[in-house]
């Protein structure tokens, strides 16, 4: 089967759009996700400030460092709780939302926000050039439209850790 | 229905070491709520069948039993067993599953089983039995890292299809399927700039995996090496360009990535052959037309 003769993929050989050295995208809202993992509940907010002590077990536990003190959870109406979550990496800075049922199992697990940012100049100089004359302005500006990713995305090994945190932080200060 | 009435779904899980991205259009939010929810769920069916980590996976069982009995596995496993065979036996053993031991002591996977592996064993000791049973000739280890994410993008575009979504796309770390009616804008990542994105097709349907060393890429005995392995060879790739292979399928297009990330053009003619188009990112020239296998 010939991709192109069915029109299954049309390169952008025309489009010299801008490359762009960050990118962003912004899955659900806190009440998207508050009800994409407990539909049609309420919610009650119980943040969590986590002593020196508290930290100190919960990294003892989980080899996971523990960065921000307050920990953003709620009360879901129909039982369970409602955490809000942040892990970074080199290059990238997840939010993430994670369910939690009320015997401290994971309900369900949702990215919220996913941003990606490189703060590099482009060090290739030729390369850099095939961009000279092609564009208007700065080629490095941020493309908004960029949705789709062919090529890996980073490694989700920082979520695995803060998940791992986060059930930490239940187990000795929520329990 | 008119577009004006048209949802759309964006959600991302970490499923399959990855994030995993499920884009869905239709009529009726509540459906595509329902029609998402379970494309995540038969993916992560995928992840608990054929994940290396998993000892109670399919594959956990195989490479723990399968030297010594034969070890039935699920109709799903046994597709991806088969594809893979086909993909081996075309491309003279370049592609094989049986990379899991060089990837373990790679430290790309974890240590998974106690006991001496068999150097020697290939593809063609993983004997495919009648009644789903998978006996190995040798002691090996099995990995579907290569083909498996293609699979579950491949399920989870057949669940958002048959929970009524009219368009959609699925993306498994850069192993992406979509349909509908919608040309869907694909970026792809600079081969050795990662946090460059570059415009590169529009996508109406069908898949395009891509493979490349970007964030696997290790220094091993003084070079730099990715986490794909020649199966005639048994080395990892020192790629330094990323490949792209669009298909009919995601399963196809995600195997023969690996085939182009290991023998560049030499692979194009027998990616054309199977079914897929080949393309290659140069680090130094990007911008140069993708070369397919013409």
């Known amino acids: ?175 | 229905m008119s577009d004006t009435q048209t949802v759309t779904l964006r959600r991302a899980r970490p499923l399959l070491g990855t994030l995993v991205e499920v884009t869905a259009h239709g009529a009726c939010r509540a459906h595509l709520t329902q029609a998402v929810n379970a494309a995540f769920d038969t993916v992560a069916s995928v992840q608990r069948l054929m994940s290396f980590h998993e000892a109670a996976s399919d594959v956990g069982r195989m490479n723990r039993l399968a030297h010594r009995v034969a070890v039935r596995v699920h109709p799903w496993t046994w597709q991806v067993l088969h594809a893979a065979q086909r993909l081996s036996r075309a491309s003279a053993g370049v592609f094989d599953v049986t990379v899991g031991g060089e990837l373990m002591r790679l430290g790309y996977l974890p240590a998974a089983v106690r006991g001496n592996l068999d150097r020697r064993a290939r593809w063609a000791d993983v004997r495919l039995l009648p009644g789903r049973r998978v006996r190995f000739a040798r002691r090996l280890l099995i990995d579907l890292g290569g083909i498996a994410k293609g699979f579950a993008v491949d399920r989870a575009v057949e669940c958002l299809r048959a929970s009524g979504a009219s368009a959609g796309l699925v993306n498994a770390g850069g192993d992406l399927r979509g349909f509908g009616a919608v040309p869907w804008r694909i970026h792809l990542r600079h081969p050795t700039q990662p946090g460059l994105l570059l415009p590169f097709a529009d996508l109406a349907s069908g898949a395009l995996a891509t493979s490349a060393g970007y964030f696997s890429r290790r220094v091993r005995d003084g070079a730099e090496r990715t986490s794909i392995i020649d199966g005639q060879r048994r080395v990892a790739s020192d790629a330094t360009f990323s490949a792209s292979v669009a298909a009919s399928n995601c399963m196809l297009a995600d195997g023969l990535t690996k085939l182009v990330v290991l023998r560049g053009h030499r692979a194009c003619g027998l990616v054309r052959r199977l079914g897929g188009r080949a393309f290659i990112l140069k680090a130094d020239d990007p911008y140069a037309k993708p070369v397919s296998g013409a």
């Open chain 1, 1 to 175: 089967m010939d991709v192109f003769n069915n029109w299954l993929l049309v390169p952008v050989a025309a489009v010299i759009a801008a490359p762009a050295c960050s990118y962003a995208t912004q899955y659900l809202t806190l009440e998207q996700a508050q009800q994409a993992i407990f539909p049609g509940a309420d919610f009650t907010p119980a943040f969590v400030t986590i002593s020196d002590a508290q930290r100190t077990e919960i990294e003892r536990r989980t080899g996971v460092n523990v960065r921000v003190r307050e920990q953003r959870v709620w009360r879901a109406s129909t039982g369970g709780l409602f955490v809000v979550d942040e892990v970074i990496g080199k290059h990238e800075l997840i939010t993430y939302a994670v369910g939690l049922n009320s015997d401290g199992g994971v309900r369900q697990l949702e990215i919220m926000d996913y941003r990606e940012s490189y703060g590099y100049e482009i060090r290739n100089a030729a390369w850099r050039r095939q961009f000279i004359g092609k564009h208007d302005g700065d080629p490095l500006k941020l493309d908004l439209d960029i949705k789709n990713i062919g090529g890996a995305t980073l490694s989700c090994r920082h979520i695995a850790e803060g998940v791992r945190r986060v059930l930490a932080v239940y187990d000795v200060t929520l329990r």
